[in-house]
T-cell receptor
Framework: RKEVEQDPGPFNVPEGATVAFNCTYSNSASQSFFWYRQDCRKEPKLLMSVYSSGNEDGRFTAQLNRASQYISLLIRDSKLSDSATYLCVVIGSGNTGKLIFGQGTTLQVKP | GAVVSQHPSWVICKSGTSVKIECRSLDFQATTMFWYRQFPKQSLMLMATSNEGSKATYEQGVEKDKFLINHASLTLSTLTVTSAHPEDSSFYIC?????????FGPGTRLTVT
């Protein structure tokens, strides 16, 4: 079983739609959680950290459920520029700083 | 935010040759850098953790004699792919750790013919 699992998609949605991505992780001792965005042939860029209390940044909302080992990302009012691959990332136990990446979920927002 | 550069951004080499990729932290010092590899439509896979002044720590399944890592200064780590084969063709990305946050380089696309 992969340490971090995501539905690879692709998710094809119209502009203005609300879309949700899910992610599960296998190591219950995982410490920190993030969503990264990766555009084609580019490096990943941090989108937002994910906290147990849930957090929101503009049109983006991230949620963490430690009991279910489940992370989500909600994008409201999708824009064409949101088209990218969204990577669920986990830092395991310990303080190594090692990031464990999910496969990524591809989003294509269409006009 | 902190800036990390990689050089070259892309390289084509012949099978059997060696290729060196540089990763530099431009405006901060990084005692720890990471090297990842990403094949098409797949996730980033951590290859090794590069520690300044000491030997790199390789992930399971990554050959340390094939992927030589040197972290000789606080701003530079290098990855050398030795005796490259076509199956080594991939997108190689480094990241540098600054205050518990990782900053990624722009990646190096390696094609081995």
């Amino acid at each position: 079983r992969k340490e971090v699992e995501q539905d690879p998609g692709p998710f094809n949605v119209p502009e203005g739609a609300t879309v949700a991505f899910n992610c599960t992780y296998s190591n219950s001792a995982s410490q920190s959680f993030f969503w990264y965005r990766q555009d084609c042939r580019k490096e990943p860029k941090l989108l937002m950290s994910v906290y147990s209390s849930g957090n929101e940044d503009g049109r983006f909302t991230a949620q963490l459920n430690r009991a279910s080992q489940y992370i989500s990302l909600l994008i409201r009012d999708s824009k064409l520029s949101d088209s990218a691959t969204y990577l669920c990332v986990v830092i395991g136990s310990g303080n190594t700083g090692k990031l464990i990446f999910g496969q990524g979920t591809t989003l294509q927002v269409k006009p | 935010g902190a800036v990390v550069s990689q050089h070259p951004s892309w390289v084509i080499c012949k099978s059997g040759t060696s290729v060196k990729i540089e990763c530099r932290s431009l405006d901060f010092q990084a005692t720890t850098m990471f090297w990842y590899r990403q094949f098409p439509k797949q996730s980033l896979m951590l290859m090794a953790t590069s520690n300044e002044g000491s030997k790199a720590t390789y992930e399971q399944g990554v050959e340390k004699d094939k992927f030589l890592i040197n972290h000789a200064s606080l701003t530079l780590s290098t990855l050398t792919v030795t005796s490259a084969h076509p199956e080594d063709s991939s997108f190689y990305i480094c990241s540098a750790l600054d205050n518990y946050e990782q900053y990624f380089g722009p990646g190096t696309r390696l094609t081995v013919t």
